[in-house]
């Protein structure tokens, strides 16, 4: 098992295998898959297309992007969640590699109808099936512990329905990502949530995250992410599906309250009326009360309509391109997964073995990661670093990769790195067609890809 990050041609590999079927044939998809396995040297005569990835008798975690039920836009799952027949094969290809076992898990969106979701994409019943015929896979979980729905602008919650011993407390303190953007006026905000929450896990020098201890006890994790534009991150891919393995949404800042003028990352500039929205909003998710929380979420909505009537399409959840705040929780939370020792505490040498496998068959384009369109690329990526895979996948979607603050930071050097070189370094192997005539770290550009509003300057 690797112990550092370093900056070898293997780390900064990426494999892109074409897949030609956009229907997820099982055939194409094991193809596809050992494919990319051997070209980064993790397939195995006689342990399977993960045998020299897997030691047998390990714990392994397989990471999808299990984020919604249904697409909040006009599309459907293909463009939304990591196709199940991609779930399926690598799960077969890890228990060929004896490990002592395997489970599927994933914490989505506090909205999401995890059952549901299961008994769309036929994984309920697989699952069910695999369990009873193979005693080392151990099913599929929700890593959550609250779920919620929004009815009529009020977030209706039921907390702690998992234990908490399921988890793994972390703080990174002043290591932490977010400490050169936090101060004392506690600016971190996410969607729907009380400030107040934020405000004990996020302070200088008080940086927590909550993950799934199934996750910190795998010496293995497979992260599977689906390739889609993200109207907050620019892109979700490798670094960004990491954040599923944190257990409670007040753990996750998501940007920073006010303009950019101001020192926020909410929005380009300062708007008057969005502070007020701002404000308002912060009244409604602290209320005490149903009849204050209700108030509060009819004198929002009228402000929101304000907003939209002008023409506004970022709004005031840090959906554009100069939001630091969300790539920089996703980077602490992919530091605490190689580093975090199962006590709390973090290692100088890496803790698991990470690989990613991303699904771009049908990737997601448009307002994503929630109402995605369709994006087809006819790709499997694979890559042992999710900065260099991110880096590829960044320019599939038809973005400078240079633009994408996520990026940008995931190269810089800091304690427990998450890579050791730059994104110009990125080697692609593979269906090398895929590559445009100006080195091996760039791809061809993907034409007319839709690109969230906010993120249309960071496009090439």
């Known amino acids: 098992m690797t112990n550092q990050i370093n900056n070898s041609i293997k780390d900064r590999r990426v494999s892109a ?11 194409e998809i094991e193809r596809a898959l050992l494919q990319n396995c051997k070209w980064l ?3 195995s005569p006689d342990r399977g297309a993960l045998g020299r990835v897997i030691p047998t008798g390990a714990k392994v975690v397989v990471k999808p992007n299990l984020v919604l039920h249904q697409n909040r836009g006009k599309g459907g799952l293909l463009e939304l969640v990591t196709n199940a027949s991609i779930i399926k094969a690598v799960v077969l290809e890890a228990l060929k590699a004896d490990p002592s076992c395997v489970i599927v898990g994933d914490a989505p969106i506090q909205s999401c109808d995890f059952q549901n979701l299961l008994e769309s994409t036929g994984l309920s019943s697989w699952s069910a099936d695999l369990m009873m015929r193979d005693s080392r896979f151990g099913g599929i979980v929700d890593f959550r512990r609250t779920v919620s729905e929004i009815r009529s602008g009020i977030r209706y919650a039921q907390d702690e329905i998992r234990p908490i011993e399921n988890y793994v407390l972390y703080n990174l303190g002043s290591e932490s990502m977010l400490e050169s953007i936090s101060d004392e006026k506690h600016p971190f905000r996410v969607t729907c949530y009380d400030p107040r929450l934020l405000e004990k896990t996020h302070s200088p020098g008080n940086h927590q995250y909550l993950v799934a201890r199934d996750v910190i006890d795998a010496e293995v994790v497979v992260n599977l992410p689906k390739l889609k534009t993200h109207k907050k991150a620019g892109i979700t891919n490798a670094l960004k599906n990491l954040v599923g393995i944190n257990g409670n949404k007040e753990y996750l800042p998501h940007h920073r309250l006010g303009g950019s003028t101001g020192g926020g990352d909410c929005y380009p500039g300062n708007d008057p009326v969005k502070r007020v929205l701002e404000a308002v909003l912060d009244k409604q998710n602290s209320a005490t009360t149903r009849v204050g929380e209700k108030a509060m979420a009819v004198v929002s909505e009228n402000l929101q309509r304000v907003v939209r009537l002008r023409g506004d399409k970022i709004g005031v959840e840090g959906s554009w391109s100069g939001n630091r705040t969300v ?3 996703t980077l602490d939370l992919n530091r605490i997964l190689h580093y975090g020792k199962p006590d ?3 290692s100088d040498e890496v803790q698991r073995r990470v690989i990613h496998v991303c699904d771009a068959v049908v990737a997601g384009q448009g307002d994503g990661p929630l109402a995605s369109e369709p994006l087809d690329l006819n790709v499997m990526l694979a890559s042992e670093n999710p900065a260099a895979m991110d880096w590829v996948g960044a320019q599939l979607l038809g973005y400078d990769p240079e633009k ?3 990026l940008v930071h995931a190269f810089e050097d800091f304690r427990w790195p998450i890579a050791k070189f730059q994104g ?5 192997l593979g269906d090398l067609d895929l590559l445009d005539q100006s080195g091996q770290s760039s791809v061809k550009q993907s034409a007319c890809v839709r690109h969230p509003a906010g993120w249309k300057a960071a496009a090439a």
């Open 41 to 43: 040297g993790w397939a």
């Open 424 to 428: 110009r370094e990125v080697t692609l």
């Open 404 to 406: 994408i603050p996520l």
């Open 327 to 329: 790539a920089l929780m």
């Open 17 to 27: 295998a074409i897949v030609p079927s956009l229907a997820y044939e099982a055939v």
């Open 344 to 346: 709390g505490t973090f």
